[in-house]
């Protein structure tokens, strides 16, 4: 019921949307759409289906469902690695292959784009949305607080948030759900670690996140009854709680009290940026990294109940470590450096199920590719698990095999791209992943764990990659 009103309260808003702009859609959707000098490449083939609706609602529908690769593959077998179809009111050309990836990370035709609600949620200046110049000179400065040696000092906090979260969540508990459990440890990581939040800052934010985020990808409509107004509201709260945050650090910083190299918020405000720009900076920063990484540690775990073979593998690297430390020592640096099967295995749960689903961009100016037009105003697709389940590149896709790692340099560009490629690639990457390392040396170390009755591990995608029942798992702790 609730999903039949939420497609329709959709269709009805995209219609609408749709019937406002019918002159420029008429334009873009026809066969002849790009400039007049490029008209003699044929656009790629396939179909923009219904009329307004597209293939919008079937996709949306596929992937909650969790059968949106077999729909795409459907698509790339019956028209070939270059097709078009239409999304969110837009045409879209849909391209597969290693090749498709670079050129959508690489193409300076492409510009990225935001769905509306995401946008009004978090703001507009965040750095996704910004672009030349501009974008180069914000992301240097999150850079500076995400680069390998910055992420290295931050080692031992992480490793006070997880034992510090697993003594709160998951001790003295019969069941956890994995999802909900990582997600307010991986905030809570950002807030403390990463923005230098006090903790009940941190918790007033996160409740404010939960509620937002629902709202992230639905259709922007700010009436009093809708889903999107109420997250829109919390998205507000959330924003001035933040602000309030960073004018203290600049009242810090006027008295001297602090240098640009303190944290991310005080190197932003002396270089200049508006105490908004900041806050939709931080909003992104705040969504891009957490639910992704609690996506990650949560299928990690779910790989590896499903793979006793890699869980012993996992868990004889993460004991030999904990063997060699003291009584309540903090891990380092050199043990995450020999975490090197446990981090294979995550970039086996990355292959398999890649946190983002799709990278998806507008199109700047006509461009050719693979032999088509695709003409300025389209959207340009590619999906993550295309080349990650392709058998070409990874034989027998389905199977959970971490040794496909031993070597990633042996991997054709561009085929396992979790986190992107370009200019825009995550600059996150190495804190996810010296979080992910922590958070799974202390949960298969201390616990043992299998999913809970009724839980069978199956998912579906929002478009994050939600476990049904929020992977619930029962759980002993290890004496
Ligand atoms: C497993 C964890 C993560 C995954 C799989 C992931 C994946 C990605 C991907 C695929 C992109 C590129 C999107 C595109 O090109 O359309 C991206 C961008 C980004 N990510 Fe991550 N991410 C993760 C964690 C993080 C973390 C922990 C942070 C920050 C602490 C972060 C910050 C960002 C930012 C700021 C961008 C935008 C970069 C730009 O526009 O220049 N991510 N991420």
């Not at 931080?282 to 790989?303: N, Y």
């Not at 990355?350 to 961009?361: D, E, H, I, K, T």
């Not at 600059?427 to 298969?444: D, K, M, Q």
């Not at 009755?453 to 619930?472: E, I, K, N, V, W």
Request: net charge neutral; charged share 20%.
């Amino acid at each position: 019921m609730m999903v039949s009103t939420m497609i329709m309260v959709a269709a009805l808003a995209i219609v609408a949307a749709l019937l406002v702009s019918l002159p420029v859609l008429y334009r873009l959707f026809s066969a002849d759409a790009g400039d007049k000098t490029s008209r003699k490449k044929a656009i790629p083939p396939g179909s923009f289906g219904l009329p307004v609706i597209g293939h919008t609602l079937s996709l949306l529908g596929a992937l909650r469902a969790n059968t949106a690769e077999e729909w795409l593959r459907r698509r790339a077998t019956a028209y070939g690695p270059v097709s078009r179809l239409s999304l969110f009111g837009c045409p879209t050309a849909f391209l597969v292959g290693p090749a498709a990836n670079k050129f959508v990370f690489t193409s300076s035709a492409l510009t990225t784009v935001n769905a509306e609600a995401f946008r009004r949620m978090v703001g507009r200046r965040n750095v996704f949305d910004l672009a030349g110049d501009e974008h180069a000179r914000v992301r240097a400065m999150m850079v500076q607080f995400l680069k390998l040696d910055a992420v290295k000092s931050y080692v031992a906090n992480m490793d006070a948030e997880v034992q510090r979260h697993l003594d709160a969540h998951w001790h003295g508990r019969a069941s956890v759900a994995v999802m909900p459990s990582m997600k307010t440890l991986t905030f809570d990581v950002m807030s403390t670690v990463l923005f230098g939040l006090e903790r009940d800052t941190a918790q007033e934010l996160s409740k404010e996140f939960h509620q937002l985020v629902q709202g992230m990808w639905t259709v922007p409509i700010d009436l009093p009854f809708t889903r999107f107004s109420r997250c829109l509201a919390a998205s507000r709260r959330g924003r001035r709680s933040v602000a309030a945050v960073i004018e203290e650090r600049r009242a810090k910083l006027e008295r001297g009290e602090s240098s640009p190299a303190d944290d991310m918020l005080t190197h932003m405000l002396s270089n200049g940026l508006p105490v908004e720009e900041i806050t939709d900076h931080v909003m992104f920063l705040m969504v891009a990294a957490h639910d992704t990484t609690a996506a990650l540690i949560t299928f990690l775990l779910r790989h590896l109940d499903a793979n006793k073979d890699a869980y012993a593998k996992v868990l004889q690297e993460q004991e030999e470590i904990a063997r060699c430390k003291a009584a309540g020592e903090a891990l380092s640096w050199e043990d995450l450096c020999k975490m090197r099967y446990t981090w294979a295995a995550a970039m086996e749960t990355l292959r398999m199920v890649p946190p983002p689903f799709s990278m998806l961009r507008k199109v700047l100016a006509d461009v050719e590719y693979g032999g088509y037009l695709i003409p300025k105003g389209w959207q340009v697709m590619e999906v993550l698990t295309m080349t990650h389940w392709d058998p070409a590149i990874f034989p027998d896709p389905g199977r959970f095999d971490p040794a496909r790692f031993d070597d990633p340099s042996a991997l054709p560009p561009y085929s396992f791209v979790p986190f992107g490629g370009g200019a825009r690639m995550c600059p996150g990457n190495e804190f996810s992943r010296v979080e992910t390392l922590v958070a799974v040396h202390y949960i298969v170390t201390r616990f043992r764990w299998k999913l809970a009755a009724g839980c069978d591990g199956s998912f579906s995608r929002h478009p994050m990659p939600y476990p049904t029942q929020g992977l619930l798992i029962d759980i002993n702790p290890i004496h």
